[in-house]
């Protein structure tokens, strides 16, 4: 399955800035997925993202809040923009390995980042 | 729209003691159902699938899920669970044609001596 490098690992921020989360893929793959995970809770889709394309944003979720790049097949970007103490969860990014639609491999997560606001 | 209900929130259990974490679904279509493990600390880990075929699959740490379509349900069980095992364990669902994973509130697996 592919590999993710994710980082930061951790950050603290102070409210009203912008963090932007990396995710690297060691092989090419056609989806890639953001998630939050607030404290205590259940993974919740922010966005797919293509390559090539504009984000899809779940309920709930915007664009100027969230922005995403998909640049290449390998790599994503997530920012949180403007943040609140609300915003303190881990961020994962997630790809369907080998770019196979389908869901059928399995998805393989990155480690994530614990952004804290304050 | 896929949604998957995990019953048990916290699940407490002693070393060897066997073990079932109940997760059911509501899809309209056919799904794929996963179940990933979160250690302490740690990210998001696949423990096991089911995409099609025999409708019990084994993990290679000694967990087990068995596909029930009639009941839509996906349990994860083990026979004998050791104190590695504490763990919140997510069940979760994507539809076959290329979609996001659709996560279950999971269930934290506390096991004791």
């Known amino acids: 399955s592919a590999v993710i490098s994710q980082k930061p690992s951790r950050d603290i921020c102070q409210r009203g800035t912008s963090l932007t989360i990396q995710c690297q893929v060691d092989?090419?793959?056609?989806?890639m997925f953001w998630y939050r995970q607030q404290p205590g809770q259940s993974l919740t889709l922010i966005a797919t993202a293509n390559q090539g394309s504009e984000a899809t944003y779940e309920s709930g979720f915007v664009i100027d809040k969230f922005p995403i790049s998909r640049p290449n097949l390998t790599f994503s970007t997530l920012t949180v923009s403007n943040m609140s103490p609300e915003d303190s969860s881990i961020y994962l990014c997630?790809?369907?390995?080998?770019?196979?639609?389908?869901?059928?491999?399995?998805?393989?997560f990155g480690s994530g980042t614990r952004l804290t606001v304050v | 729209a896929q949604s998957v209900t995990q019953l048990d929130s916290q699940v407490p259990v002693f070393e060897e003691a066997p073990v079932e974490l109940r997760c059911n679904y509501s899809?309209?279509?056919?799904?794929?159902l996963f179940w990933y493990v979160q250690y302490p600390n740690q990210g998001l880990q696949l423990l096991l699938k089911?995409?099609?075929?025999?409708?019990l699959v084994e993990s290679i740490n000694g967990f087990e899920a068995e596909f029930n379509k009639s009941q839509t349900s996906f349990h994860l069980r083990k026979p004998s669970v050791h104190i590695s095992d504490t763990a919140e364990y997510f069940c979760a669902v994507s539809r076959l044609t290329a979609d996001k994973l659709i996560f279950g509130t999971g269930t934290r697996l506390q096991v004791f001596p």
């Open positions: 899809s309209s279509v056919s799904v794929y």
């Open positions: 997630s790809v369907e390995p080998q770019g196979i639609g389908g869901g059928a491999s399995g998805y393989t």
């Open positions: 089911y995409l099609s075929g025999s409708t």
């Open positions: 092989s090419q793959v056609t989806m």
